[in-house]
Every structure is written in C-alpha cells, then in structure tokens.
C-alpha cells in the first residue's frame, strides 16, 4: 500500500533524493529514504526536541510543561514498578519509556493526514521485537547464569524433552506475536482510513475510525510494553 | 492474468479474515461478559478490571489482527505472484 501524500517524502524528491515506490527501496541511499525511515527519524527528532523546549529548567514548584512530564513519568514508573519490582523497574525504565513514547508517538502521528506511521511496517516493528527478545534472554542469563536453561525444562524431569520443545516454540512465537500485534493494527488502521476516505471521504466517513484509531493507539503502545515487561519479569525470577 | 486465480485468491483473503474475526469476536464477547459480572458483583475493583480486560481483549484481537495481515499478503504482497504470473 502506498500513501498518497507524504509530506517528508515530497520533500525529498524535491531536493533530488531517490524515493523508493515498493515497500523496500533498492540502493543503500533508497532505503535511507524510504517513508518509514524518514518519519522515525522525524519521530525521533520531535522526542529529543519537544522534552527540551517543554520542560525548560527544573524548579521546586512545577509548571504546565514539568507537571506534565512529572505526571507522565511518575505513572509509567509506577505501572512498571507493579510488575517488575523496585529494583527491576529502575533497571529496565529507560529502554522500556523509550519503547513506550516511541510507539505512543510513532502510532498517533500517522491520524494527520500527510503523515504516516512508521509502526505500519514490519521492519521497525520486528527490529523492536528483536531488541526486546534478545535483552530478555539476556537478562535470564545475567540472573541466573547458566542454570536458565531451567525455565525451559518445564516442572518435572520425565516430560523435560518435550516441555523444552515446547517452550522453544513457544519463546520463538513470542518475536513472531509480538511484532505482528503492533504491526497489524497500525497497518489495519491506515489502510481502513484510506479506503473509508475513497469510499466516502466527503461525508467524514473516517472520523470515527480516526477517533478509535486514538483508543488503538494507546492501547497498543500499553501492550507492547506491558508484555515485553512481562517476558523480561518471566526470565528474572526463579524457574518453577 | 487467470481470472479464476484472482477470484480464489480474493476468497481466501475474505475467508482468512472472517473466520479469524468469527473466532475473535466470541473470545473477546466472553472476556467482557466475565468483566462485566466481575463489575456487577464488585463495582469498587472497577478500575482494575477494566485495565485487565483491555488488556486481554488486545490480546485476543491480535488473534483476528493476524488474518488481516493474511488477507493483506494475499491481496498485495502475495508470495506466489510470480509463479502465478500475476
């Protein structure tokens, strides 16, 4: 699916940059300036910017711009401290928000028209998986050493061959679940706007979609990290 | 371009999508039964049920969100496209 407009890829070729027209461009330079590489760098440029100018210096007695990030902070420390522990949670905060604010951000950018979503392609969503997926085996082996192969070995030793077949699996399915959940219902939103707009763009057929496609937004950036808590929780504590 | 191709290909992106939304739609309507007796019996863990059940119903949607992304591949990225000569 192509967009019709985008705003940063006009841009782009305006200034005589390549522009891929399939999902992956060809040449080293295509791919720099393909759509969802462009808007993640614009994502991630509005990240590092805004924080700044909003926040300004700290001062005892907050205003509109520190309340806000205090209050925002304070709820995902809380909400991660509930599953992760004290300790855990001040390990695991700073990848995690920024998980959380990427995709909260990345997700709502694409309802204005003019701009997409760089979580409707795979290949940022599977990149994230992929960082989620390795620390949380990392973070088995980090605790527990090479006992972690424990957590694979199910709760009895007759049906271990069998019970690590499984969890294999299982933990395999995690990367494909994971990044196909986030993937899926960006992508499901964008092209349900873009249908509803040429089916009946005139008549604001859209405009309920665009309202679910907030609820969508949230919830979805809340899975994402509630779960990948939930993997990194799961290879922290103790083998059953 | 064999029409009949195209026609079955259409077939089994709908089917891909309706069943997985058949299958969904009952999983997430149990979830919120469950939630709303859970609120009926004991409005003050509202909150907390209401947080577990959106949950649980993201949870289930990703099952239905995975039949679309099938019905997507067959429709625009299918795999077999050039052994199909589309």
Known sequence: MEHPILFISLILQGLGLPVPHTPIGHTLLEKLCAPYMTYTWMVMIFLVVVPRLTMGKLEMVPGSGQNFWEVTIGGLMDFFTENLGEKGAKMLFPMMATFFFYIILANMIGLIPGFMSPTSSLNITLAMTLIVWVTHHVLGFKYHGLKYYKHFMGPSKALAPFMFLLELISNFARMISLSMRLFGNILAKEVLLGVLFMLAGAFFAPLPILCLGVLVSVIQAVVFVLLSLLYCAGSMEHAH | ?86
């Open chain 2, 1 to 86: 371009m064999d029409k009949l191709t195209l026609g079955l290909i259409c077939i089994g992106a709908a089917l891909s999508i309706g069943l997985a939304g058949f299958g969904a739609g009952i999983g997430m309507g149990n979830g919120l039964r469950g939630a709303c007796d859970g609120v009926a019996r004991n409005p003050e863990a509202k909150g907390a049920i209401t947080t577990t059940m959106i949950l649980g119903m993201a949870l289930c949607e990703s099952i239905a969100i995975y039949g679309l992304v099938i019905a997507f591949i067959l429709l625009y990225a299918n795999p077999f496209k050039a052994a199909l000569g589309l």
